[in-house]
């Protein structure tokens, strides 16, 4: 059965070829390179000194997309790669990235990723990241992924990442540096169960005059998972940033947030929130008198929670 990540790469690679989509692919499997296209306005180059890519976005480039999509499917493979984004002034682009390990082996198998963006002046990025693990193996599935974020004047990114099942361990990092005028959303959903466990980590600097930052982290700990949110928000300049984290806890898991602001200007506005709890009876139960069980209850809950 093809996991969302396969499917992803499949349908990717048939709009290339078919001339359906605009913009770049690069695919990856178990540490090599399977598929790459190019455009006119966006290039894909290997590095030269160590394991990774390049992707160049022209200045002025809009409606295009570019698609990175990584598969591991060999049990005790462990792959360590280097991407840098380089998007020039006034550009738009879509850029989609994931991870699929299929693990079924006794080994474990681990992905780590460490993505650059150099975001030009008054671009705009959408960059999506998705990761999902399966497989019947002992060994586990271990994602490490590193986001840092150099935006320039007028720049703003759109950050969303998703973990849903499947991930045994990962640990996720986030850095930004933001100009004057420049914008960033960070939007996380994450889902956990059994026994795993989940870290985010994030640094964002609001370095320019008007500098903004929201970030919004959504997530289920369900079972005896084990999940810990740590944002910190550094106000140095005349900005805005709002920090929120809402999390369901259920059995018998553990969720830390752990959000920290700082404000080094007078005119730094900074707010953080958090809110962990259990899903509320009264839910439940209006659900259920619509004719629902109490499992499809509290599954229709969790779906719109982290949609």
Avoid: W
């Amino acid at each position: 059965m093809l996991n969302d990540v396969q499917k992803h790469i499949l349908e990717v690679v048939a709009g290339m070829k078919n001339g359906q989509a605009s913009g770049a692919v690069n695919i990856r499997t178990d540490g090599k390179k399977t598929y790459r296209a190019n455009s006119e306005h966006i290039t894909i180059e290997s590095k030269t000194d160590k394991d990774g890519i390049d992707i160049r976005v022209a200045p002025g480039t809009r409606g295009e997309q570019v698609h990175i999509p990584v598969v591991l499917s060999e049990s005790g493979f462990r792959d360590l790669v280097y991407n840098d984004f380089f998007i020039g002034e006034g550009a738009d682009v879509v850029i989609v990235a994931g991870c699929g390990i299929h693990n079924c082996g006794e080994c474990d198998s681990q992905h780590d990723g460490v993505h650059t963006f150099y975001v030009g002046k008054n671009a705009h990025v959408v960059y999506r990241e998705s990761h999902y693990g399966e497989g019947d193996g002992a060994g586990k599935r271990i994602l490490n992924p590193q986001t840092i974020l150099y935006l320039e004047e007028g720049a703003s990114v759109t950050l969303e990442t998703s973990q849903i099942r499947g991930v045994d361990d990962t640990k996720r990092y986030t850095k930004a540096v933001l100009g004057k005028n420049a914008e960033i959303v960070v939007q996380e959903k994450l889902l956990t169960h059994g026994a795993q466990h989940a870290e985010s980590e994030m640094d964002i600097f609001l370095n320019g005059e008007g500098a903004r930052a929201r970030v919004v982290s959504r997530s289920v700990a369900q079972e005896q998972s084990v999940q810990v949110f740590y944002p910190r928000v550094a106000g140095n300049a005349p900005c805005f940033g709002h920090v929120s984290c809402d999390a369901i806890i259920m059995g018998g898991a553990q969720v830390r947030a752990i959000p920290e602001i700082s404000c080094n200007h007078v005119d730094a506005g900074l707010i953080h929130e958090a809110a962990i709890g259990k899903i509320a009876g009264d839910q439940l139960l209006k659900l259920m008198t619509l004719g629902l069980s109490a499992q499809e209850a509290e599954e229709k809950i969790l779906e719109g929670f982290l949609r």
